[in-house]
């Protein structure tokens, strides 16, 4: 779904559970910056969804900074939207309980991230069941209009467009319904070692991912090690899911149409010169990254100037909304 041409809030965020990867590039970041310029945006860093699993405290503070130095390493401009930490303000939760209680908690069990990550957990807390009503909360909170995200999370974006429809039936109108902003290409960046899976933050296996901070050496490592299979044409078939990766990576890293990108490689005999062709993409793209990272990681003064003008400009909005939820929902207000 693209988004309309008038101006509309945006809001979106990627948790500060590691550095963030190429899916996290191509799938989000990369796409938020072309919005800078026609809309408001509202970019988290979703702190509070990120304690649904384990996390080493100092190591989830830290993360959380560094992540403010990713986003703005990826091309987010805090000069042209808000970077703000979702704990710092007041009124996620505290929307998300109101919410929860017009949630059917049979809709929770059937979320696919509930279901994959309890899979892989010891312990499954309620916290990973009630993460899609605090990311409802997350939206429904500053009225967003889009919610550019990868596919993975658009069963939650459509749970978030449930419950603004049902408060608004349930009540009267309050919320605006937001619609998922999902792109066919690089939507979905597999791993490189598991084709089948996501390229996720989250996995302790580094040669799956390549991440914004990989170097040129690493990232073609990476890429020449990546899974494929004994054939050797390089086609988007959902049969051969390494190549087809590969090829999707390639797709989006240079902004070409899959059937002119399979064109361009039907000559190609083995798969070495097109992983080098990738790779020689890959680095192109994230170069820029990595320096802009480099330059500003360290600045922790710069970095905590821009969260807290973000949430300066963010609270009064969640403030307003929060009230409004309250009155009408029947809370007695405090004189
Ligand atoms: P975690 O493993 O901790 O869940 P993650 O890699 O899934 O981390 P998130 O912070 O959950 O990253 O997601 C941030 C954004 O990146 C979301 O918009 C999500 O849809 C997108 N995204 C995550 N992984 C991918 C991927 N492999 N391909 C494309 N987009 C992705
Ligand atoms: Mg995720």
């Known amino acids: 779904m693209e988004e309309s041409g008038s101006r509309g809030v945006i809001l979106t965020g990627m948790q500060p559970t590691g550095t963030l990867h190429l899916g996290n590039f191509l799938g989000a970041a990369n796409r938020w ?38 986003y703005i390493a990826c091309g987010l401009d805090p000069r042209r939207c808000s970077i703000f930490i979702q704990s710092h303000i007041v009124g996620h939760t505290e929307l998300a309980w109101v919410l929860g209680s017009l949630t059917p908690i049979g809709q929770l069990y059937r979320m696919h991230q ?21 990311m409802a909360a997350d939206i429904l909170l500053y009225n967003a209009d889009y919610v550019p995200t990868g596919e993975d999370q658009r069963q939650h974006v459509e749970l978030a467009r449930d419950l603004a429809e049902k408060f608004n039936a349930t009540y009267s109108e309050t919320f605006t319904v937001p619609v998922p902003l999902i792109e066919a290409v690089g939507a979905r ?80 005999r083995g798969y070495a010169p097109f992983k080098r062709e990738l790779a020689d993409a890959l680095i192109a793209l994230l170069g820029p990254v990595r320096e802009r990272y480099a330059a ?40």
């Not at 509930?114 to 605090?134: N, Q, R, T, V, W």
């Open 33 to 70: 910056n072309r919005m800078l310029e026609r809309h408001t945006c509202y970019f988290f860093i979703p702190n509070q969804h990120a304690i649904t699993v384990p996390q080493v405290p100092a190591a989830l503070r830290a993360a959380t900074l560094d992540c403010v130095a990713q």
């Open 189 to 268: 960046i597999m791993s490189l070692k598991f084709p089948e899976r996501k390229m996720s933050k989250s996995d302790p296996d580094g040669n799956a991912t390549i991440y914004i901070t990989d170097g040129p050496e690493v990232i073609w490592k990476k890429i020449a090690a990546a899974v494929t299979d004994s054939g050797d044409r390089i086609c988007a078939d959902p049969e051969r899911p390494g190549i087809a990766n590969l090829l999707n990576i390639y797709c989006s890293a240079t902004n070409t149409a899959v059937g002119v990108a399979e064109e361009k490689f039907a000559t190609y």
């Open 296 to 335: 500003i990681k360290n600045d922790k003064k710069y970095l905590q100037s821009v969260i807290h003008n973000g949430a300066e400009t963010v609270q009064p909005i969640a403030h307003k909304t929060l009230a409004k939820v309250y009155r009408k929902v029947g809370f007695l207000e405090k004189k």
């Open 114 to 134: 509930f279901k994959d990550k309890s899979a892989k957990g010891e312990h499954i807390y309620s916290g990973l069941l009630y993460y899609p009503i605090l």
